[in-house]
């Protein structure tokens, strides 16, 4: 187990060089010139090229990676071009609504989808199927922001239930967080649902076919230790699999949701920064969201070997 550890994490030193490479190259490379918008639309161009040496952005190209790379190895992400704040100390203070987003969203998303999926296995060919999968395929062919629209017009406005925008952190007022987590946790959580019920179910019904259910049946044991303890055990590997990748969806999602629903996380600041052409955030988020992804995959990797111990690298 160490070593698979070991192998993994020395495996994603390569993955993060190229990741590095080209989210620098990608924004140089790409329109648009942040001491532009920082001087103003009347800036002079004496003026703009003043802010473009002070900020460094003269330099060849080369000279400027070489420098972020420095730095980076000193764990240093950079100072945004605009608040001249450190980006570690940005993210530091945006950290926690994403997070909690994100947790509220897996957590209700595998709460709901799991159970729904192992229903409609066991119920396969009947109208409770034939519901679910249709209700799975209309959530996942809808837009993240459309739902949350709709959840803001008719649960914040016409009913005044849950409060629409804003965030509170749970360490604070607990009841409050609920409240300001609830509708964008539903709306993040559609296509999430929809995606793990679909492959909870496929899975399942594969597995009730094998001839250890027939036999777990045939000495008597309830239905639902045959669903739950041996039929769901056994087709964990691919629903494991299935929500790891699916954690993907959940962190493109948080830069629409947090917009829609003006939370102050990691999704807005992508936003501002983009809009900012603030080089500095922009690199050092998509570095740390792709950390994130490869450590999930390692998790992913590592729960393989405890679900089936078959399983090795």
Same mark, same amino acid.
């Not at 060089?17 to 490379?29: G, K």
């Not at 691919?238 to 999704?267: C, D, K, R």
């Given at each position: 187990?160490?070593?698979?550890?070991?192998?993994?994490?020395?495996?994603?030193?390569?993955?993060?060089?190229?990741?590095?490479?080209?989210?620098?190259?990608?924004? =140089?490379?790409?329109? +648009?010139? &942040?001491?532009?918008?920082?001087a103003g639309d009347n800036a002079t161009l004496e003026q703009i090229e003043r802010i473009r040496?002070?900020?460094? /952005?003269?330099?060849?190209?080369?000279?400027?990676?070489?420098?972020? *790379?420095?730095?980076?190895?000193?764990?240093?992400? +950079?100072?945004?071009?605009?608040?001249?704040?450190?980006?570690?100390?940005?993210?530091?203070?945006?950290?926690?609504?994403?997070?909690?987003?994100?947790?509220?969203?897996?957590?209700?998303?595998?709460?709901?989808?799991?159970?729904?999926?192992?229903?409609?296995?066991?119920?396969?060919?009947?109208?409770?199927?034939?519901?679910?999968?249709?209700?799975?395929?209309?959530?996942?062919? @809808?837009?993240? @922001?459309?739902?949350?629209?709709?959840?803001?017009?008719?649960?914040?406005?016409?009913?005044?239930? /849950?409060?629409?925008?804003?965030?509170r952190s749970p360490f604070e007022d607990f009841w409050s967080f609920v409240q300001h987590m609830?509708? &964008?946790?539903?709306?993040?959580?559609?296509?999430?649902?929809? /995606?793990?019920?679909?492959?909870?179910?496929?899975?399942?019904?594969?597995?009730?076919?094998?001839?250890?259910?027939?036999?777990?049946?045939?000495?008597?044991?309830?239905?639902?230790?045959?669903?739950?303890?041996?039929?769901?055990?056994?087709?964990?590997?691919?629903?494991?699999?299935?929500?790891?990748?699916?954690?993907?969806?959940?962190?493109? +999602?948080?830069?629409?949701?947090?917009?829609?629903?003006?939370? &102050? !996380?990691? !999704?807005?600041?992508?936003?501002?920064?983009?809009?900012? =052409?603030?080089?500095?955030? *922009?690199? +050092?988020?998509?570095?740390?969201?792709?950390?994130?992804?490869?450590?999930?995959?390692?998790?992913?990797?590592?729960?393989?070997?405890?679900?089936? &111990?078959?399983? =090795?690298?």
């Open positions: 187990m160490l070593l698979l550890i070991l192998r993994r994490v020395l495996a994603t030193i390569p993955v993060m060089a190229v990741v590095a490479i080209v989210v620098f190259l990608m924004l =140089r490379l790409t329109p +648009g010139d &942040p001491a532009a918008v920082l040496t002070n900020l460094g /952005l003269d330099r060849p190209i080369y000279e400027q990676f070489a420098t972020w *790379i420095l730095r980076l190895a000193s764990g240093d992400l +950079g100072t945004s071009i605009f608040t001249q704040l450190p980006v570690t100390t940005l993210i530091g203070q945006r950290v926690e609504p994403t997070l909690m987003l994100t947790l509220s969203t897996v957590t209700f998303s595998v709460l709901i989808a799991v159970p729904l999926g192992v229903l409609a296995a066991w119920k396969a060919g009947s109208w409770v199927d034939r519901l679910i999968m249709v209700v799975a395929v209309v959530t996942f062919s @809808f837009p993240v @922001f459309v739902l949350g629209y709709l959840l803001i017009y008719q649960f914040g406005l016409n009913l005044r239930w /849950l409060p629409t925008q804003g965030y609830t509708l &964008p946790t539903v709306a993040l959580s559609s296509i999430y649902i929809a /995606l793990i019920t679909r492959i909870t179910r496929a899975s399942v019904l594969e597995t009730l076919s094998e001839d250890y259910i027939r036999t777990a049946r045939a000495k008597g044991q309830t239905e639902s230790k045959v669903l739950f303890r041996h039929a769901l055990k056994n087709a964990a590997v691919p629903i494991v699999t299935i929500i790891g990748i699916g954690i993907a969806l959940v962190i493109g +999602g948080v830069v629409v949701t947090e917009t829609v629903f003006n939370l &102050p !996380g990691l !999704g807005r600041l992508v936003v501002d920064a983009i809009l900012r =052409r603030d080089y500095p955030i *922009i690199q +050092g988020l998509i570095l740390v969201f792709s950390f994130v992804y490869i450590l999930i995959n390692l998790l992913i990797d590592i729960a393989y070997t405890l679900l089936d &111990p078959r399983i =090795r690298y």
